[in-house]
């Protein structure tokens, strides 16, 4: 008879990327992962095979957390250009002192090597450019061109920030994209 899991798959693959984002995916071995889990690490070689199917379904793991905190973010605020800023605002996290942040883009550097996970961003981002579109529509209708380019002004904020790290990533992103949506005849 099988043993009985003690952790769900779910909070498993939470913890590990917990592991990840602090220690990047190279840091992610199954003796990181037994320590931060609490199952050994035979468990885990049973459970994923090898580190790649490890790392592969944290990654997919990540990207099911970010789409539902999408979905949360434009379910909660107005189609407007001040909600799509709310939005991405939302989206942002906190980086603390910014080292997160630099741990992260090792994180997306395993999702450009992958082309399922580069699909999962895709269309990830379609919606998300929608959305923002949505918010940004005109007397046409909606715009997801400009909910494309908004999105892309926000990596560019995040990105910006994490140079010169003057005040949170949310002040600094708010102040950038409300001065898009401005240059762009968007009222707030």
């Known amino acids: 008879m099988p043993r009985k899991k003690t952790l769900s798959d779910n909070d498993l ?8 984002h602090r220690a990047g995916p190279d840091g992610v071995t199954f003796a990181a ?25 944290v990654l997919l793991r990540a990207w099911d957390l970010l789409e539902q905190r999408t979905e949360a973010a ?14 991405l605002v939302a989206l942002s996290g906190d980086y603390g002192s910014g080292e997160d ?14 082309a399922e996970l580069r699909a999962r961003g895709e269309r990830w981002g379609g919606r998300l450019a929608d959305a923002l579109g949505d918010c940004l ?13 908004l999105a892309g002004q926000w990596q560019g904020a995040l990105l910006w920030w994490g140079f010169s790290r003057i005040g949170t990533p949310a002040e600094a992103i ?3 994209l409300l001065a898009f949506c401005a240059a762009i005849g968007r009222r707030i």
Not at 41 to 51: E, I, N, S, Y
């Open 137 to 149: 529509a005109d007397t046409e209708g909606p715009r997801a061109d400009l909910g494309r380019l």
């Open 101 to 114: 942040y630099a741990e992260g883009l090792l994180v997306l550097r395993e999702d450009l090597r992958n």
């Open 74 to 87: 434009i379910a909660a605020e107005p189609r407007t250009p001040k909600g799509a800023v709310a939005i």
């Open 33 to 57: 992962a037994a320590s931060e889990t609490g199952l050994s690490a035979a468990t885990l070689v049973q459970r994923f095979g090898t580190k790649d199917a490890l790392l592969h379904a």
């Open 13 to 20: 693959l939470d913890r590990i990327l917990g592991l990840m």
């Open 174 to 176: 708010e102040r950038d």
